[in-house]
């Protein structure tokens, strides 16, 4: 166990184990297809066409997450 010099030292130590964790447990993100995630069109950038296919696919995803899809 590490020795601190104060509580200060301590707590900003215990903040950046917290931050590493959290960024080591975040999952990766997709990678970029030139197609859009939820109905397949071409695109240029980003994941999807357009602001409803969007909000569709995260209903979908939030719905396997749940087993109601």
Do not use: W
Not at 17 to 46: H, M, V, W
């Amino acid at each position: 166990m590490m020795k601190f010099a104060d509580q200060i030292d301590e707590a900003s130590e215990r903040e950046q184990q917290y931050i590493n964790i959290a960024l080591e447990s975040r999952p990766s993100p997709k990678p970029f297809t030139g197609f859009c995630s939820y109905c397949n069109d071409a695109i240029d950038k980003g994941h999807y066409c357009d602001d409803y296919c969007r909000s569709c696919d995260e209903k979908h995803q939030h719905a396997k997450v749940f087993n109601r899809h």
